[in-house]
């Protein structure tokens, strides 16, 4: 999915706690080329990452106190034309969250993992018609 996205994309990741939704943005990055550590932004809210010439803005609204926090933080800054936005917890962050092109939501089942992928716009739809992943 990571290689389907080709210019500005917001993915949501939703799901409970320890889920998998870090897991899964460390694989996003990692397909994109990155081998450094994926820290979790709990507590930092944002983790940035360049790659390939690219900005890849990893968020965690958990911590979140006040949905309104994302204005200070300048939410609508990172959301640059060929800009990348990874969010966990988008609905913490209430109408200041970015509006999603794909969300993806992730479920725990016995020792496994299931994910519903739900395209929100067109450029949702053409990552998920791009995206072909390796399981039936």
Same mark, same amino acid.
């Given at each position: +999915? $990571?290689? $389907?996205?080709?210019?500005?994309?917001?993915?949501?990741?939703?799901?409970?706690?320890?889920?998998?939704?870090?897991?899964?943005?460390?694989?996003?990055?990692? *397909?994109?080329?990155?081998?450094?550590?994926?820290?979790?932004?709990? /507590?930092?809210?944002?983790?940035? /990452?360049?790659?390939?010439?690219? +900005?890849?803005?990893?968020?965690?609204?958990?911590?979140?106190?006040?949905?309104?926090?994302?204005?200070?933080?300048?939410?609508?800054?990172?959301?640059?034309?060929?800009?990348?936005?990874?969010?966990?917890?988008?609905?913490?962050?209430?109408?200041?969250?970015?509006?999603?092109?794909?969300?993806?939501?992730?479920?725990?089942? *016995?020792? *496994?993992?299931?994910?519903?992928?739900? $395209?929100?716009?067109? +450029?949702?739809? *053409?990552?998920? $018609?791009?995206?072909?992943?390796?399981?039936?």
């Amino acid at each position: +999915m $990571a290689r $389907a996205c080709h210019s500005r994309t917001v993915l949501h990741l939703c799901g409970d706690l320890g889920v998998g939704k870090t897991t899964l943005v460390r694989g996003f990055l990692r *397909a994109l080329g990155h081998t450094g550590t994926v820290k979790s932004p709990t /507590y930092t809210l944002v983790e940035p /990452y360049q790659i390939g010439g690219r +900005m890849i803005f990893h968020f965690d609204f958990y911590r979140l106190g006040d949905p309104e926090e994302l204005e200070y933080l300048g939410v609508r800054d990172y959301l640059g034309d060929d800009v990348v936005c990874l969010i966990e917890w988008p609905e913490k962050g209430g109408p200041f969250t970015p509006v999603p092109d794909v969300q993806i939501q992730l479920f725990h089942q *016995a020792e *496994a993992r299931l994910l519903d992928l739900r $395209a929100l716009s067109e +450029m949702g739809q *053409a990552i998920l $018609a791009e995206f072909k992943p390796p399981f039936k």
